[in-house]
C-alpha cells in the first residue's frame, strides 16, 4: 500500500484465457512534444518472502504448465489474483518509462517500482477485428485504444528495424489454440486457428525484447548476478553471462517479463528490484543456488 500510484492509465493485451498478466502497457503525450512509453510488469517479488512457503513453490514448479483445454499455474491462484495485472484495479509493478521522440527514437529510459492503475484487459479475438494487418496504421473508423495501439505498432517497427530484423523474410506460421467447451457431462473440444505474427504479437513482442534487453544491460552494469539467455551460432542457452543474443540482435537478453509465468523472471525480478532500491541482492555472483535454479528450470521446462 505503501507504493505510488502511477499516473496513467494501462492496458494489457493477452488471449481470451490468460489469467496471469504480467505486462501492460501506457501512452502519454508529453509537454514537450515527446512521448512517454511505459511498459508495466507484474510484481510478485514485493510480496513473496524469500524462503518463504510460497518462494519455495515457485522454486519448485519453475513454470506454468499449459496443456489442451487447461493449464497448472506456478503460482497458486489466490496468488495469482494478488499480483496479475487485472483491469478495475492499481497492482504491484516494475515500470520501465520511455521517453520517444516523435520519430520514434528513444531519448531516455527509467524504471520504477509502483502501483499501476490498470483500465482494460483487452482481450485478442475483441481486438483482432479492429487491429489487424489490413487495418494496422491505417485511416480507419475509430475503435478503443486505436490511437495507443497504432502509435505502439509503429514503434514497434522502429524497434524491429533497429535490431536488423525488419526485412527479414517473415513466415506465416498458424498457432492453434485448443479448449475443451464443457456442458454437464459433455466435452466438446475446440481448435481455434490464428496467425502468428499479427500486429498485436509484434507490439508485444517488441516491447518484451526491449524491456529485457535493457534490464539486462543495467543488471550487467550494476554488476548484479542475473540469469541470461545468450545465442552464438548454435542454441540458446541460460546463463550467468551477459552475452549477445544473436537471434534477437541484442547485445544482452534475459527473461523478466514473465514473473508470474516462469522461475527465470521470477529471480531476475528480485535483482531488479533490489538493484532499483539499493539493497543487497538475494543472489550473487558465482552463487551456487542460482547455477542451481538455471540447472532446475532447464530440466523442468524441457519437460513440460
Request: charged share 25%; hydrophobic share 40%; aromatic share 10%.
Amino acid at each position: 500500500e505503501e507504493l505510488p500510484i502511477a499516473d496513467v492509465k494501462a492496458f494489457s493485451i493477452d488471449d481470451a484465457t490468460t489469467t496471469e498478466i504480467d505486462d501492460a502497457f501506457s501512452l502519454q503525450k508529453l509537454k514537450n512534444g515527446n512521448w512517454q512509453v511505459g511498459v508495466h510488469i507484474a510484481a510478485p517479488v514485493l510480496g513473496i518472502a524469500p524462503g518463504s512457503n510460497l518462494d519455495q513453490v515457485v522454486l519448485d514448479r519453475l513454470s506454468t504448465v499449459y496443456f489442451p483445454g487447461d493449464k497448472i499455474t506456478m503460482l497458486p491462484d489466490d496468488a495469482v489474483e494478488v499480483f496479475t495485472l487485472e483491469e478495475g484495479a492499481a497492482r504491484p509493478a516494475v515500470s520501465m518509462y520511455l521517453e520517444v521522440s516523435l520519430g520514434f527514437d528513444i531519448l531516455s529510459y527509467r524504471s520504477v517500482i509502483e502501483r499501476v492503475p490498470v483500465v482494460a484487459n483487452l482481450r485478442h479475438h475483441d481486438i483482432e477485428p479492429y487491429f489487424n494487418e489490413e487495418t494496422a496504421g491505417q485511416d480507419v473508423p475509430d475503435y478503443a485504444w486505436k490511437d495507443e495501439l497504432n502509435f505502439l505498432w509503429h514503434f514497434a517497427g522502429a524497434l524491429e528495424g533497429r535490431r536488423g530484423k525488419a526485412d527479414q523474410p517473415q513466415q506465416t506460421r498458424m498457432d492453434y489454440n485448443f479448449y475443451i467447451d464443457r456442458d454437464g457431462e459433455s466435452e466438446k473440444v475446440r481448435i481455434v486457428p490464428r496467425k502468428r505474427g499479427a500486429p498485436m504479437d509484434k507490439l508485444v513482442a517488441e516491447l518484451m525484447i526491449l524491456v529485457n534487453s535493457q534490464w539486462g544491460k543495467e543488471l550487467r552494469d550494476a554488476q548484479i548476478a542475473g540469469i541470461y539467455r545468450s545465442q552464438g551460432g548454435g542454441r540458446v542457452r541460460l546463463s550467468t553471462q551477459a552475452t549477445a543474443h544473436a537471434g534477437l540482435g541484442v547485445e544482452c537478453y534475459m527473461w523478466s517479463s514473465s514473473p508470474l509465468r516462469r522461475a527465470v523472471d521470477y529471480i531476475n525480478q528480485q535483482q531488479l528490484v533490489a538493484m532499483l532500491r539499493g539493497e543487497k541482492p538475494r543472489y550473487q555472483k558465482n552463487d551456487a543456488e542460482l547455477f542451481t535454479a538455471i540447472s532446475s528450470f532447464d530440466t523442468a521446462y524441457s519437460a513440460y
